[in-house]
């Protein structure tokens, strides 16, 4: 179904603590691994100088800074077509901003498929770069994220933190 692409992954020290991203032979990001997470893509090549995913590494560096808000990079997730607009749907969540699960699968023309919505933000293979962490419960509750609650806690607290110029703040 894919064509093979080799993964090239770095691993570098996050506020978050080790954060493992993997881009294609095109540079292309196609996974990161939260710290605690099981890797998303097994067999990669490592890139131990970072040279290869340096582009990504300075981006993330530059979010956790509070000097990033919006991605610049070339993206390569593998998914389902209904993956890949669910996903796409989260790019489109401003920078501290949260939405429902519900809102989300409205967005993307389902809003029966809440569930599957769920489902597809779990299977996220770009956390961060792709916020699934903007997504709670209808209810404003803190729900589900593969880097677990308290992960997603601290990037929304980062967020509110640099939009409240408080980015130096511990987040």
Not at 25 to 37: H, Q, V
Not at 94 to 109: L, M
Not at 134 to 154: A, N, P, Q, Y
Request: aromatic share 6%; hydrophobic share 40%.
């Amino acid at each position: 179904m894919f064509a093979a692409m080799t993964g090239h992954a770095h691993t570098f020290a996050s506020p978050l603590g080790d954060l493992r991203v993997v881009v294609d032979d095109s540079g292309r990001l196609m996974c990161i691994d939260l710290p605690g997470a099981a890797p998303v893509l097994g067999a990669v090549e490592p890139d131990p100088e970072g040279r290869r995913c340096a582009r990504v590494v300075d981006q993330l560096r530059e979010y956790f800074a509070g000097r990033r808000r919006v991605f610049d990079l070339q993206l390569a997730p593998r998914g389902t077509p209904f993956q890949l607009r669910a996903w796409r749907a989260l790019q489109d969540i401003p920078f501290g901003e949260t939405r429902s699960y519900q809102q989300q699968a409205a967005a993307i023309g389902q809003p029966s498929a809440v569930r599957a919505i769920g489902g597809a933000n779990g299977r996220n293979p770009l956390p961060i770069v792709v916020p699934c962490h903007r997504v709670i419960g209808k209810d404003g509750s803190l729900v589900g994220f593969g880097g677990g609650l308290d992960c997603k806690r601290r990037l929304l607290q980062h967020e509110a933190n640099v939009l409240a110029g408080t980015a130096g703040a511990r987040s």
